[in-house]
DNA sequence: TCGCCCTCCTC
DNA sequence: CCATGTGAGGGCGA
């Protein structure tokens, strides 16, 4: 029996928390930035409502054309509140979690469900079962979202994404390849420019042109892994599983530097929020890392990262601060050249064993030890 | 396995 | 001229 999965996104996410906030921003273009600090209008737009859209405004677009383009237009122009966001995307999977299955949470504004088994794989109740989602949600806290329905992870992304804004689509098994087919391949999850252009050099453009194309071929393209996940991908025959309860492999936080500079030291003062921020995750998740890798951004936008990996693993603030210094100062040598930003990131993350607790069951993995 | 880089994802 | 921030995963050399 074909799985019943689900996408679903919310529209435009945090301009659409700040018109929920204050309803008479409704009406008028709303862009949230983010503000580097470097100058008064440096940074980007973070998102756009659609009135700002349809001035030409987009994610990723500096302030500074931004403003340009809605000259005249009245805008709101707000400034990211990334702790807002959280909360309210945070009661939303909590509602999300009592109306699927599995709820697998991908993004601050979206996520991946399965409803198989509630639905018995009947495409007809799963509809209802997304229109109730899109309801409660509407009901709650008054957010339109869009929602894709598929055999798969692919298929139930680009369900929700032809959706948009406010939308259901429901691919039913049946009906999969002939929804794909036309579509270009780079509208695949997985597929941007890189993998794009190379597939329209062997002459693919569309998922129907993937879904017949030579596996050799690909595989001498693109390796094994991802090969195969593009034929799967391109006859939505992807058996990705939607997971709950994924824990974070990494966390990480690059910051915009006030000025350009390659001194450790001062690289070091400007991240200690940065770090602190950090070593503040790793503790609300009981985690301490293996892994510290400093990164730096040079001004031609170019990343370099040099890191460490510890026997031991690494928790508290200090020891950080010193392994991020450590790391810059090595960068910074091999290098030469200023950064225009720099940041950290902690993997290898591993759980701080609950002594108190653990000590009461016999841990399977000591017998490896 | 580690270290580094690349690609991609979202906004 | 202007270019944020977070995280997953794969390739590849050593």
């Given at each position: 029996m074909p799985r019943v999965i689900g996408h679903i996104d919310l529209d435009y996410f945090y301009a659409q928390v700040e018109e929920v906030e204050?309803?008479?921003?409704?009406g008028k273009p709303v862009v949230v930035c983010v503000f580097s600090g470097r100058t008064e209008d440096s940074g980007v737009v973070g998102t756009a409502n659609y009135k700002a859209r349809a001035l030409g405004v987009h994610s990723g677009m500096p302030i500074v054309q931004a403003k340009n383009r809605l000259d005249g237009s009245d805008p709101a122009i707000i400034r990211m509140n990334h702790e807002k966001y959280e909360v309210v995307s945070g009661r939303i999977m909590e509602l999300l979690e009592h109306k699927v299955d599995v709820l697998e949470p991908t993004g601050i504004d979206e996520a991946f469900f399965d409803i198989t088994t509630s639905t018995e794989g009947d495409y007809g109740r799963a509809r209802k079962a997304a229109e109730s989602i899109k309801e409660s949600i509407l009901a709650s806290e008054r957010l339109t979202c869009s929602v894709g329905l598929g055999r798969s992870k692919v298929v139930a992304k680009l369900g929700s994404d032809m959706a948009k804004p406010d939308g259901l689509t429901v691919i039913v098994p049946e009906k999969t390849a002939s929804v794909l087919d036309p579509l270009p391949a780079s509208k695949l999850y997985g597929v941007g420019p890189k993998t794009s252009s190379a597939l329209e050099q062997m002459g693919v453009r569309t998922v129907g042109e993937l879904a017949k194309a030579s596996p050799s071929d690909l595989e001498v393209r693109f390796g094994r892994k991802l090969s195969a996940y593009l034929l799967a991908a391109a006859t939505g025959t992807d058996d990705d599983p939607v997971v709950a309860g994924l824990e974070p492999t990494q966390f990480s936080r690059i910051v915009t530097l006030k000025r350009d500079t390659r001194d450790p030291q001062d690289v070091l003062s400007q991240l200690a929020d940065g770090i602190e921020h950090i070593h503040g995750k790793l503790v609300a998740s009981k985690k301490s890392c293996r892994t510290v890798t400093a990164i730096g951004i040079l001004t031609d936008l170019s990343t370099k990262t040099k890191s460490k990996t510890f026997d031991a693993p690494v928790g508290d603030a200090a020891a950080l601060r010193d392994a991020t210094l450590e790391l810059f100062q090595e960068l910074s040598a091999s290098i030469g050249k200023d950064y225009r930003r720099a940041g950290v990131r902690v993997s290898g993350l591993t759980g701080i064993e609950d002594q108190s607790s653990l000590s009461e069951f016999v841990d399977p993995r000591r017998e490896h030890v």
């Open positions: 204050d309803p008479s921003l409704k």
